[in-house]
C-alpha cells in the first residue's frame, strides 16, 4: 500500500512539474522501485556555504557496479569506495539554496544505468533582527497598519510573532509571515501608550526586535487628499488644486511625478494658497502624471517615571492621493539668436543689400515647429524668411542703422536679437599668432584689441576661396581667442576679425589662411614663347586655386636635352615673381617640365614641352620663289600677245595728250619685208599689207584703157535688197579717178567713224588694227576675186590669201557689175575652206585682159587668178559721200 501510493504521488508531482517547465524532479521520485538510500551530514537542511557528505547505500552488493552521484544533474568527482554497497560523496562549500542529489548505480550487464535514491538539500541563514517598525492608521481606518524591516533573506520558512503590550499587560499575540501587519484598531486607546515587538525564527533560530512605543493619537495620519485640476501657466510651470477633508492648519502638501511612465519623481512645491500648489521646471509637450499627499508633523512624551517609555516625534503623512494625467503646452524660444550681417557699399536710388546671418535656437530651447524668421527695420519695415534658412538679404534704406530679428515658432517668438549697421571709428583687433591641429580640422585664432568700455562682443568670419559660403562664430568681449573649427586641408581661407562696439562695428583685421597645407595636385601650364640658340623664353600659367593646396614659394623648371648625353638642368623661380622670363640652356632639342612647390612639399612634373632651334623657313622661301616665277611668266606672256600689247597701247594714248596722227613710212610691214629679203618680222601682224603693184608712167590716151569706167549697177533682186539695207545703207562702188589713188580708204562721216570705233572697242577687244583700217570693205571686198590673171613682165609672186581671209568673209549673195569687173560675195563657209588653200598670181608684165561681154559667164572660185598690170583700188563710201561725187 505505501509503495503505491508513493508511486502515485511522484506520478502527479511529475505531472505538475512538467506543466509547469520545471527543471527539477524531487529525488524520491526518481525511480519506483529504490535500490538504497542516501543520507547526507550535518542534514538535508544545512547553513548556506556548508561542506556536505552524501553517503549512497544498495541494498544488494553486485560485482562489477559502480556507484555515482550526480548534485543538480552534475556528476560529482570527490568520492570514497566504502564498500560493495557503500560509497562516500564530498560536496564543498554548497551555496544553492535548494538542491538535489541523485545516486545511479552502472554495471556491465546494462547499458543504462539504475537510479539507487534521491534527497532534496534545502540551505539558509537564520533570520536577521527586524527593524524599522512604523505603525499607522487613517483617522477614519478601522484598522492599525505596521510594517517592518526583515533583513536578510533567509530562503527557508521564516515566520513574525507580533506582540502588542500595555504597560505589563500583554494584548496581542500575532503571528504572520512578515508582510503586512494589520491589527485592529479596536483594541487600542486615543491616549495610551503601547509596546509593539516582533520576534522572526525559522529552522536555525530566533531572532527579536526592539520595542515600538505608540499610541493612537501618533500614528493616526491625515486624510488622503484629492486633486482637483491641474493647470499649465506656461509650457515649464503647472498649478494643482486640490482639497481634503480636514483642517488644513497644520498640513503640509507634497507633490510626486513621472513623465511618460517612468520613474516617480518626488518634487519642490510653493503653496500659493490654501488649496492651491504651483509646480516648476517641467518639460514643455510632456505628459505628466500627478500625486499629492498631506503631511503633519506631531509629537509626543510618555511619563519620565516609566523609563521604558521615550519620547517619539515623526512626520506622518497621507497616502497618495490618485493619479491625475495631463500634456503640458509648447514652448516658444527664450534666448536671443546669435547674429551678423555684410554689406554692400553700392547704393542704388538710396539703398543698400543687407545680407543678415543667424544661428537657429537650440532645440531644448523651444517646443513646437520653428515657422520662420522676422526681420525688423528701425524704419518699421518688416521682412520674413524662410525657417529652413540660415541666411537672408533684405534691401534697407542706407540710413537706416539698426536691425532686428527674432525665430517665431507655434508656442511663441524669441526675444529679438539687434545687428548694428553702422561702421565705428574705432581702431580694429589685431589678429595674432594662429595655431592649426594636425589633422587641419581647426584653427585656434588669437587677437589684441584697444577697445575700451564700448566693446560689446567679436565676431570671426572665415570663407573658403575661391567660392565658398560664409562661416562665422561670435565671441565675447571678455576671451582674447578662440578655435574655429570645420575647416579642410588644402582649402583656403579668408579670415576676418570684427570688434562690434556701442558706436557700431570696427574695421575688419583679415589673414589668408591654410589651416594645413598639401603638395600641389599638378603642375602649371608651360609655354615656350622664342627659342634662340643657348635661351629660351618660357612663360607659365598661374596655378588653379583649388590644385595650389598651399602658398606656393617656387616654381622649378626641369631642361633636358634630347641627344645621347640627356643633360638634366633645373631652374628655380620664386613664386611672387613674374611667370615669364628668359631661362640660359644648351643648344640643340630640349624637353621642359615644370613643378610648383609649397611649404608641405613640391607638386608633380607637368606636361613634357619639346622645343628645338629655330631653322630657316625653307618652305616660305620656295613660296616666294614660286610666287614670283608665276608673275614672270604671266608677264611675259601677256607681253607676247599682240592684244595685250595693243590695249595697253590705247590705254597709255587714251591717257596721254590728243596729237595729230603723222604716217610714219619706217613702219609699214611692205618696206620691213623688202629689207628684210621678204621674210617676215617676229611677232608680226596677222594681217599684213597688201603688196604694192609697179608703178608705170603712161601716156594720157592710154588713160581709158588703163582706167576704164566702171557703172555701179543694183541688183534687183528682193532677196538681196534686205541684206543691204542691213548693212547701214553701206554701198561698194569702184571710183573713177584721173590720178592714181593707190590706197584703200574707208570714207565715212567724222562722227559716225568716232562711234563706230568705240562700239568696236567695246564689243570686240581684240580686234586687230587691221580689223578696222578695213571696216569700210564688209560686203565689197568679199567676193572680190574673180577669174582673173594679171601679168608683170618685171616681178611675180605669190600672196596667199590666208592673211585676208577674214575680209574677205562674205554676207550676202550679191552680185556687182563695175565695167566688166564681176564681183560676187561668197558665203562664210566656202570662204572658210578657200583661204587656206587660195593663192594669187600677180603677173606685174603682162597685159590686163577683160572681156566686158563675159565677165559673169564664169563662176568665182577659191582658184581665181588675177592676171592684169594694176590692181584696181576699191572705196567703200557712205551714201553721203556717195551724192557729194556725183
Known amino acids: 500500500m505505501n509503495l503505491l501510493l508513493a508511486s502515485c504521488r511522484c506520478i502527479i508531482v511529475l505531472l505538475c512539474f512538467s506543466i509547469k517547465g520545471c527543471p527539477l524532479l524531487p529525488a524520491d521520485c526518481v525511480d519506483i522501485i529504490p535500490l538504497g538510500h542516501l543520507t547526507a551530514e550535518p542534514a538535508t537542511v544545512f547553513l548556506m556555504g556548508s561542506n556536505l557528505t552524501v553517503y549512497c547505500h544498495i541494498f544488494e552488493c553486485e560485482e562489477w557496479s559502480k556507484l555515482y552521484l550526480e548534485l543538480n544533474r552534475q556528476q560529482v568527482n570527490l568520492s570514497k569506495r566504502v564498500n560493495c554497497t557503500t560509497t562516500i560523496f564530498y560536496l564543498p562549500q554548497v551555496w544553492m539554496p535548494q538542491s538535489e542529489v541523485v545516486c545511479k548505480m552502472k554495471s556491465n550487464q546494462q547499458y543504462a544505468p539504475k537510479v539507487v535514491s534521491g534527497l532534496d538539500l534545502r540551505a539558509g541563514f537564520p533570520p536577521d533582527k527586524p527593524t524599522d517598525i512604523s505603525c499607522e492608521t487613517i483617522r477614519s481606518s478601522a484598522l492599525v497598519n505596521c510594517s517592518l524591516k526583515r533583513g536578510r533573506e533567509t530562503y527557508l520558512p521564516t515566520f513574525y510573532n507580533i506582540s502588542v503590550h500595555r504597560e505589563n499587560e500583554s494584548l496581542l499575540d500575532l503571528i504572520q509571515d512578515g508582510g503586512e501587519i494589520s491589527i485592529p484598531r479596536e483594541i487600542f486607546n486615543e491616549n495610551t501608550k503601547y509596546t509593539l515587538t516582533a520576534t522572526a525564527y525559522n529552522h536555525f533560530g530566533a531572532s527579536r526586535s526592539d520595542p515600538f512605543y505608540f499610541s493612537v493619537e501618533d500614528i493616526a495620519t491625515p486624510e488622503t487628499p484629492h486633486i482637483v485640476r491641474v493647470e499649465f501657466v506656461n509650457s515649464t510651470s503647472a498649478m494643482l488644486h486640490w482639497k481634503t477633508s480636514e483642517s488644513l492648519m497644520h498640513l503640509r502638501p507634497q507633490i510626486r511625478l513621472r513623465a511618460n511612465n517612468n520613474t516617480w519623481e518626488q518634487r519642490e512645491r510653493a503653496e500659493l494658497s490654501k488649496g492651491l500648489i504651483q509646480v516648476e521646471n517641467l518639460r514643455p509637450l510632456t505628459e505628466y502624471e500627478f500625486q499629492m499627499k498631506t503631511c503633519a508633523l506631531l509629537s509626543g512624551q510618555t511619563h519620565t517615571s516609566t523609563p521604558s517609555f521615550k519620547t517619539s516625534q515623526r512626520c506622518l503623512c497621507s497616502q497618495w492621493s490618485s493619479s491625475v494625467r495631463k500634456t503640458s503646452p509648447g514652448k516658444g524660444p527664450s534666448q536671443q539668436l546669435h547674429v551678423w550681417r555684410t554689406l554692400t557699399e553700392e547704393t542704388k536710388h538710396g539703398l543698400r543689400n543687407v545680407t543678415v546671418f543667424w544661428q537657429p535656437p537650440p532645440f531644448e530651447d523651444y517646443s513646437g515647429e520653428l515657422l520662420l524668421y522676422s526681420i525688423l527695420l528701425d524704419n518699421g519695415h518688416k521682412a520674413t524668411c524662410a525657417a529652413a534658412s540660415s541666411q537672408c538679404s533684405v534691401q534697407a534704406p542706407v540710413e537706416v542703422r539698426v536691425l532686428s530679428i527674432s525665430a517665431v515658432t507655434s508656442y511663441g517668438t524669441s526675444p529679438p536679437a539687434f545687428v548694428d549697421l553702422r561702421h565705428a571709428s574705432v581702431s580694429g583687433p589685431f589678429l595674432g599668432k594662429l595655431a592649426s591641429t594636425a589633422d587641419g580640422s581647426s584653427v585656434r585664432v588669437s587677437w589684441s584689441s584697444t577697445a575700451g568700455k564700448d566693446l560689446l562682443y567679436f565676431v570671426i568670419e572665415w570663407k573658403s576661396l575661391p ?412 551714201d553721203g559721200t556717195l551724192d557729194t561725187l556725183r
Request: contains cysteine; glycine residues 6%; negative net charge.
Open 467 to 878: 567660392a565658398g559660403g560664409l562661416q562665422w562664430k561670435k565671441v565675447v568681449k571678455d576671451l582674447k581667442d578662440s578655435t574655429i573649427t570645420g575647416l579642410m586641408a588644402g582649402v583656403k581661407y579668408n579670415l576676418s576679425l570684427y570688434a562690434v562696439t556701442t558706436r557700431g562695428v570696427s574695421a575688419p583685421a583679415s589673414r589668408l589662411i591654410y589651416s594645413r597645407e598639401l603638395k600641389p595636385l599638378s603642375a602649371p601650364m608651360l609655354h615656350v614663347l622664342n627659342r634662340e640658340v643657348t635661351r629660351i623664353l618660357v612663360r607659365w600659367d598661374e596655378l588653379p586655386l583649388h590644385q595650389q593646396r598651399g602658398f606656393i614659394t617656387k616654381y622649378t623648371v626641369y631642361l633636358q636635352t634630347l641627344d645621347s648625353s640627356s643633360t638634366t638642368l633645373n631652374v628655380t623661380v620664386s613664386g611672387s615673381g613674374q611667370r615669364q622670363m628668359w631661362l640660359d640652356c644648351p643648344e640643340g632639342a630640349l624637353s621642359l617640365q615644370l613643378t610648383a612647390s609649397n611649404s608641405a612639399g613640391e607638386g608633380p612634373r607637368g606636361r613634357q614641352i619639346l622645343s628645338q632651334t629655330a631653322a630657316p623657313d625653307v618652305g616660305l622661301v620656295v613660296v616666294i620663289v614660286f610666287i614670283i616665277t608665276i608673275f614672270n611668266a604671266i608677264v611675259a606672256n601677256l607681253m607676247c600677245w599682240s592684244c595685250v600689247r595693243k590695249r595697253i597701247k590705247q590705254k597709255c594714248i587714251a591717257w596721254g595728250p590728243e596729237w595729230p596722227k603723222v604716217p610714219k613710212p619706217g613702219h609699214s610691214n611692205a618696206i620691213r619685208l623688202l629689207e628684210d629679203d621678204r621674210s617676215e618680222p617676229l611677232f608680226s601682224y596677222i594681217y599684213d599689207d597688201p603688196p604694192l603693184s609697179p608703178i608705170l608712167v603712161i601716156s594720157r590716151e592710154m588713160t581709158d584703157e588703163v582706167y576704164p569706167a566702171i557703172h555701179v549697177e543694183e541688183s534687183q533682186v528682193k532677196s538681196e535688197q534686205a541684206t543691204m539695207e542691213a548693212m547701214a545703207d553701206t554701198r561698194t562702188i569702184l571710183v573713177e579717178h584721173a590720178d592714181y589713188k593707190p590706197q584703200i580708204a574707208a570714207l565715212f562721216p567724222l562722227e559716225e567713224r568716232l562711234n563706230l570705233e568705240e562700239e568696236n572697242q567695246m564689243d570686240v577687244p581684240e580686234k586687230s588694227e587691221e580689223d578696222r583700217l578695213f571696216v569700210g570693205f564688209e560686203g565689197l571686198l568679199e567676193g572680190l576675186l574673180c577669174h582673173m590673171e594679171v601679168g608683170c613682165s618685171d616681178m611675180s609672186h605669190q600672196v596667199t590669201l590666208g592673211s585676208i581671209g577674214d575680209l574677205l568673209r562674205p554676207k550676202t549673195a550679191k552680185t556687182l557689175v563695175l565695167r566688166g569687173v564681176c564681183l560676187q560675195e561668197i558665203s562664210s563657209k566656202e570662204e572658210d575652206v578657200e583661204n587656206n588653200a587660195s593663192t594669187l598670181d600677180l603677173h606685174q608684165d603682162q597685159k590686163k585682159t577683160i572681156d566686158s561681154d563675159e565677165t559673169c559667164s564664169f563662176p568665182i572660185s577659191a582658184n581665181t587668178i588675177l592676171n592684169s598690170g594694176y590692181f584696181p583700188q576699191v572705196a567703200s563710201l557712205s
